[in-house]
């Protein structure tokens, strides 16, 4: 591994800057290379085979662009459906991002927990396994929210999103008696990486309190007990933001908190 990794963050938009953050925090060493392949976006929205046939070839070109030590897949759409192939296919070690479901059933009380992701993650069939083999006996509900990741992606980008459209998004989540803490969801997966970046409103729209689980710490210890010992110094310069769509670059400065200060090129 060299002295100062480079760490490749891939998402279809901003989701993967929830993820970016806690990696960031824990590897303040790294550069950082954040790619949106905005082009696609939504990834919810596409067959596994078009998700397929797109991202591999992709991650090809920015293996060969950017040459990083470690690729953080922070969609949960992709690494629920692409990184088996993109494993098969680069050597790099990739980390991914899958719906916490292990976690939130083992910390539910009510045991009733639900899974909020895209259509595209609730459906396939690895999200189902993750239930069979870790719900522990939980009731667990799926829900693919069609227009909650385009909701983050408009409130991120300064274009604003409605409460009520959030609310409308998140309803069926809340699953039992409103009138029972005891006999209701208590524990949400956030299985998208869009939703984090509207926790404030998640939590202020939900019709009653409950755990959001957010994977992303866990992503960054993963990420860094894979990279080993951290290098000697931060690397306040180190950072660059790609989107797929050559979008411009206008915006960036707004995401310096997502790259612990950096303003990425
Ligand atoms: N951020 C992505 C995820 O974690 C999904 C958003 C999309 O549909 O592109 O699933």
New binding site residues.
């Given amino acids: 591994m060299t002295i100062r990794p480079t760490i490749l963050v891939f ?3 901003l ?2 800057l929830s993820v970016l953050r806690e990696v960031v925090r824990a590897r303040p060493d790294a550069h950082y290379v954040y790619v949106a392949d905005d082009a696609f ?5 596409h067959t596994q085979e078009a998700l397929i046939a797109r991202v591999v070839p992709l991650m090809g070109d920015l293996i060969a662009a950017h040459r990083p030590d470690l690729i953080v897949i922070a ?3 992709a690494s629920v459906q692409v990184l088996a192939p993109l494993r098969a296919a680069y050597s790099v070690p990739f980390v991914g ?1 899958v719906p916490a479901i292990k976690p939130a059933c083992a910390q539910s009380k009510t045991r009733r927990v639900s899974v909020l ?2 259509k595209a ?1 609730v459906q396939r069939e690895y999200t189902r396994a993750l239930i069979r083999d870790f719900a522990g006996g939980c009731e667990v509900t799926l829900v693919g929210a069609p227009e909650l ?1 385009a909701l983050a992606e408009a409130a991120l980008s300064g274009a604003g999103a409605a409460d009520d459209a959030i609310a409308a998004e998140i309803a069926p989540c809340f699953v039992g008696d409103p009138a029972d803490p005891t006999d209701r969801t208590d524990t949400i997966v956030l299985a ?3 939703f984090p970046l509207l926790l404030d409103r998640l939590t202020r729209l939900a019709p009653w309190p409950v755990a959001w689980i957010d994977p992303a710490p866990a992503i960054a210890r993963r990420v860094s007990d894979l990279l080993g010992p951290s290098g000697p110094t931060a690397d306040p310069a180190g950072a660059t933001m790609v989107f797929t769509s050559n979008r411009s670059h206008r915006l960036s400065e707004a995401f310096t908190p997502f790259f612990g200060g950096r303003v990425p090129a």
């Avoid at 976006?41 to 929205?45: A, K, L, N």
């Fill in positions: 998402d279809s938009g989701g993967g976006f939504p990834y919810g929205h969609c949960n759409t991002t992701g895209t993650t990741a998208c990486t869009h």
